[in-house]
């Protein structure tokens, strides 16, 4: 039994396992992974106190602070459910279960599926979710990223350093995302924008080899051998049926950071906070762990 369980190691997660552990709580990281949706991005501009950074070190950065304060974590643990007791919190994983006076669902998010034929066949066989993880696989190789907001943008920026041409295919009528980011991709030689455009199926034999979108009421075939889906995120919070959600599954949180059930605090991307960045998440985070401290000063146990 410890005073607090922060599921997530993301932006928001390791900030509040920051501040929980300045404020001298007995506290239990678990986490599927180090950094989360951080780790996955490309060139960081606008996080304060970093002109420049990329998102892989900045993660890293994240990680080096927490592991200061000697906090417990258990990586590679994937939580299956949490459910509310009296006034404990049991949190169930696929290698055990623990148990807190407060849990904070710091999760984040997971990429979302096209959910066209061919995605399943060729998942990992060309077909991928992670500009940073797996773009350099793709050095000098046409190939096709989907979606038309940040995530996309990011993934191109990327990508068109490296690969051979960049087709971005997106289902509006202009892209969307930030400014400058959309800027720097139409002045790219290599990178053809394709609005209006939706995608049928991914196409290919042992490996991707193609794709066929519907553009302006035509179906066309772009012969690419690397397909990057970067068509938004959706929160990981099935795990806990109890908390109240908002139609897009984002945890419902006040100002406090607090849900609908006592002791349960969310931050970060899992959240219904209107604006998904790493800074805002790791504002999240803090705000969550002095939220669980009050908690903990204020009952008896």
Do not use: W
């Not at 060139?43 to 000697?70: C, P, S, W």
């Not at 920026?157 to 009528?173: E, S």
């Not at 959706?234 to 100002?255: D, T, V």
């Not at 349960?264 to 604006?275: K, L, S």
């Amino acid at each position: 039994m410890t005073d607090l369980i922060i599921i997530g190691a993301g932006p928001a997660g390791i900030t509040a396992g920051v501040y929980a552990a300045r404020k001298k709580l007995d506290l239990l990281v678990i986490s599927k992974d180090i950094g989360g949706q951080a780790a996955l991005s490309g060139d960081v501009e606008n996080y304060t106190g970093y002109q420049f950074i990329t998102g892989l070190e900045l993660a890293a950065k994240f990680e080096e602070h927490m592991r200061k304060y000697g906090i417990q974590v258990r990586e590679s643990e994937v939580v299956i459910e949490i459910k509310k007791s009296k006034e404990t919190v049991s949190v169930t994983t696929d290698k055990g279960e623990y148990g807190a006076r407060t849990v904070i669902i710091a999760s984040g998010k997971k990429a979302r599926e096209l959910n066209v034929p061919g995605e399943k066949e060729y998942k990992n066989r060309g077909l991928t979710y992670c500009a940073t993880c797996d773009g350099p696989l793709f050095a000098s190789k046409d190939i096709a990223v989907i979606g038309g907001g940040n995530s996309a943008l990011d993934a191109v920026m990327q990508l068109m350093r490296i690969a051979g041409k960049v087709y971005l295919i997106n289902d509006t009528a202009s892209l969307r995302g930030d400014a400058v980011m959309r800027e720097k991709i139409e002045e790219a030689k290599n990178v053809v924008i394709l609005n209006n455009s939706r995608v049928k199926a991914i196409l290919g034999e042992k490996m991707v080899n193609g794709i066929m979108i519907k553009r302006e009421g035509r179906d066309e075939t772009l012969a690419v051998k690397g397909v990057f889906v970067e068509i938004g995120l959706e929160p990981n919070s099935g795990f806990a049926p109890q908390i109240e959600k908002n139609s897009l599954g984002e945890i419902k949180i006040n100002c406090r950071n607090e849900t609908n059930i006592a002791g349960i605090f969310a931050a970060g991307d899992v959240t219904d906070v209107p604006e998904k960045q790493i800074i805002i998440a790791a504002g999240e985070g803090s705000k969550a762990a002095l939220s669980a401290f009050r908690y903990l000063a204020e009952h008896k146990f």
